[in-house]
């Protein structure tokens, strides 16, 4: 049995981190599925300027939409919403099947709205409105300013993918704001069921840490990391605060593991899926990562829900000199920052692309 089925039967949902309109168009999306148990995808802005960049499969709808006056994030929406819609509609079965905890894609709002809460909260009912997918999650980075546009997001009945989580106070705060979503609904009588994830990136400390810490320690930073915060979600989950919500009718946010692409040419291309085994979580993996775990994964042990050796590693870490807390906030300001950037280059994509097919034409 492939690795990969091994997990989906462990209770741990494989999603792809990419999207591209031949994935869909080509039929691969739907082996993924049908072969290698994929249940949903992520995309991001580096993803989309790829996909476009790097091929022509755009260039008929961009043609289309620039002579409709289209330009910017304006036409860069519509491509996303033309991808992801479709992707939804594939994994609808699994979303039907599944009761809506599974069969999700997700699209972000601006990143340029990362430390901007009202604009974060109207640019998500705006796209999740648009989408018009109960399947189709809104991704809102886990800032400071992200965690009332979180809040309000769920109060409004818009699915949220949490991004940018890095440290176990960012999850906690970012679980807190979409608990404080479901109470609010609650209250006001309305449906609790608004379904959420919290993505943590994982492969991101280990990048960081490498210059800083003896070869030793290397590509264990994130794993010890990862460990902590399940610790804590698995507490969140057995709270009196959390099991009164589901008395109401209400679904756990689950946690997702990202990042999951090993960047170490050392290490094992499966090092973060066979170390974050875990019921009732998220992997969302790159395709290269998911080809190899199918081809020659292993599955480690599940991850202990008391969090297992993970202070006792954190704590090596310390002793080295690394300051957790302080990478950990370092970490979120750099990923807003590089996802700023693949918005600017994205968006210069779509204006250099559209430039040419409208001097080719």
Not at 56 to 67: G, L, P, V, W
Not at 88 to 96: K, N, Q, S, T
Not at 264 to 286: E, G, I, Q, W
Request: hydrophobic share 45%; charged share 25%.
């Amino acid at each position: 049995m492939k690795a990969t089925r091994i997990l989906h039967e462990a209770g741990q949902s494989l999603w792809l981190d990419n999207i591209t309109r031949a994935l869909l168009t080509g039929g691969e999306l739907k082996r993924y599925i049908d072969e290698l148990s994929i249940t949903g995808l992520t995309s991001n802005p580096s993803i989309f300027d790829q996909a476009i960049k790097n091929s022509h499969d755009y260039d008929a709808a961009i043609r289309e939409k620039t002579a409709a006056r289209k330009e910017g994030e304006g036409l860069f929406f519509e491509l996303a919403l033309e991808d992801l819609t479709r992707a939804a509609d594939l994994f609808r079965p699994v979303y039907d099947k599944t009761n809506g905890v599974d069969g999700f894609v997700s699209l972000e709002v601006s990143p340029k709205l990362a430390y901007d809460t009202a604009a974060t909260i109207a640019a998500a009912k705006q796209l999740s409105a648009r989408g018009a997918r109960p399947n189709l999650f809104i991704k809102i980075p886990g800032t400071r300013e992200g965690v009332p546009a979180i809040e309000e997001a769920i109060f409004a009945g818009v699915p949220v993918n949490v991004t940018l989580l890095f440290s176990r106070e960012q999850y906690v705060a970012a679980a807190e704001a979409y608990m404080r979503g479901i109470e609010r609904r609650v209250a006001a009588g309305l449906n609790p069921h608004v379904s959420s994830v919290a993505s943590v990136f994982v492969s991101r400390w280990d990048v960081a840490a490498a210059k800083k810490v003896p070869p030793a320690l290397h590509d264990r930073l994130g794993i010890a990391i990862a460990k902590r915060i399940y610790k804590a979600y698995c507490e969140l989950l057995a709270s009196d605060r959390w099991l009164r919500l589901l008395n109401f009718g209400a679904r756990s946010q689950r946690l997702l593991w990202a990042s999951t692409g090993t960047k170490d040419p050392k290490a094992s291309d499966v090092l973060y899926v066979k170390s974050l085994a875990a019921p009732h979580t998220v992997n969302t993996m790159p395709e290269n990562t998911l080809k190899a775990l199918a081809d020659h994964g292993e599955i480690g042990k599940m991850l202990a829900p008391d969090g297992g050796d993970a202070e006792q590693e954190l704590a090596e870490f310390t002793r080295a000199g690394v300051d957790i807390d302080a990478l950990a906030e370092q970490l979120q300001r750099e990923g807003a920052e590089s996802f700023v950037k693949s918005w600017d280059d994205l968006l210069s994509c779509i204006i250099d692309k559209s430039a040419a097919l409208k001097k080719a034409s």
